[in-house]
């Protein structure tokens, strides 16, 4: 089980961002292209991959289209072999992460952007270290 320490920095545009999509790498998948394909225009448009971000996108790619892989090998073979469906839990698990990471996920989507201004916290009196009048 995994514990989170604290809260999550949002994620924020960022200086160096691509601004155009580059073209799926050539070794990926079909599956894992697909993947690239449909992700990149929204993390380009949110301005928040740049180039060294690509191989982390490459890999929540690569997981995701491993999970596409393993369930047409099971579905092929008519079996469960618990083997693959091990294997596609843990790349069903990493794939989960990695889209964390790039705010491909609803809970993470919603960090985008949430540093805005403070609210004003007129009564609050827990609100510590604040200008008060």
């Known amino acids: 089980m995994t514990h989170l320490r604290g809260v ?4 924020q545009s960022d200086a160096n961002a691509l601004k155009k999509a580059p073209a799926a790498p050539k070794h990926l998948s079909d599956y894992a292209r697909a993947e690239w394909k449909r992700i990149m225009p929204g993390l380009i ?7 060294g ?7 929540y790619c690569r997981a995701r289209g491993l999970v596409r ?20 839990d843990k790349a069903m698990q990493t794939a989960r992460q ?3 990471e790039y705010g491909l996920s609803p809970v993470s989507r919603s960090r985008v ?21």
Request: glycine residues 12%.
């Open 8 to 11: 999550k920095p949002p994620v």
């Open 53 to 59: 971000d690509l191989g982390g996108v490459e890999d």
């Open 113 to 133: 952007g949430s540093a805005g201004p403070a609210a004003d916290d007129g009564d609050n009196p827990l609100a510590i270290g604040r200008n008060r009048p």
């Open 45 to 51: 448009e949110r301005g928040i991959i740049t180039r």
């Open 69 to 88: 892989e393993i369930e047409d090998a099971l579905r092929t073979s008519g079996d469960i072999d618990l083997k693959l469906c091990r294997l596609q």
């Open 98 to 100: 990695l889209a964390a």
